[in-house]
């Protein structure tokens, strides 16, 4: 018999936890998509470490989220059981993987957010989830340097790598106004010292994505009107594909591990 | 006699990156030590993929690269002249001293 779905509480603190875990699961799924795909070996290994990373930082938080939610949920049930309205991550990451630009210009901007919140998240009044942030805000500081580094030579390279960097910016910056959309689950982790409100990144994320590329010859898109709504559980089309190919298992077999 | 290699890219390299070799300090103190080899467009890139191909499971503390082509090699053909004729001599090795106590422990 199929597994049926857990629901959470929707507490501020809970969505907070499982915006920044959601963007770690969903991300590292779709980095993990280049494993035996990689342009070349040592880069497949690179996209693979990431993607790892990225899972481990998942399993932290969902672990924290699932305490935080009192139900006695642990990551396993909270990754591979929700209902797709229950994730929180922003639609940025949930879109499928593209081209190798399109994969890098995505990291670029995932790994500058994440990088950003996990300095904040140092000084969270949640000790624990301090310590995870202090792990991660170095695996998250690599992953902007090594994805940047790709769109410089991407962005500033061969006429066809060019045109594909810039197509992947133009679609990918749609859902940038979105990642610093103000909301209440933000406001309430700020007043109680949980963690930042993602608007207050805004300019220091702006900064490092102007200097990105400002390297790569490229130009900062003008900002899209378009709102996209990930990050309050409703999601694109993709979401229910990568849902239903991440769930599958531990809904066709209830608990299984290897 | 030894070969250079010339400039002219030949069919099955032409479109491929330079080779690089990956040396690895294990821990501080320690020298780098030699562990294989990639390729890469430049020395960032070759810097990059050694940290993600060789380290990734806490091998090292500091990478060094340098490119293939630009190590000279000994001649395997002049093996024998080169390195067989230190096998007889064995005065060559430290042993016959008998040190002072006080550098036992040199």
Partial sequence: MPQASIAIRREPAVQYLLRLGDTCLILGQRVAEWCGHGPILEEDIALTNMALDLIGQARALLTRAGQADGQGHDEDQLAFLRDERDYFNPTLVELPRGDFAFTMVRNAMAATLLKHVWERLASSSDAELAAIAGKAVKEARYHQQHAADWVARLGDGTAESRRRTQAALATLWRYVPELFAPDAVDEAAQAAGLGPRWADLREAWMADMAQILAAADLAVPQESAFRSTGRQGVHSEHMGYILAEMQHLQRSYPGGAW | ?106
């Fill in chain 2, 1 to 106: 006699m030894t070969t250079t290699n010339t400039s002219s890219p030949d069919s099955a390299t032409a479109t491929e990156w330079p080779l690089w070799e990956v040396f690895v300090r294990s821990k501080a103190g320690l020298d780098h030590k030699h562990c294989g080899s990639l390729h890469a467009a430049d020395s960032g890139m070759a810097i990059q993929l050694a940290r993600d191909v060789y380290t990734r499971r806490q091998e090292g503390t500091s990478v060094w690269v340098v490119r293939s082509d630009q190590i000279v090699a000994s001649d395997p053909g002049e093996k024998g002249m080169y390195f067989d004729p230190s096998e007889d001599k064995i005065y060559r090795h430290p042993t016959f001293y008998v040190l002072p106590a006080a550098v036992d422990h040199m």
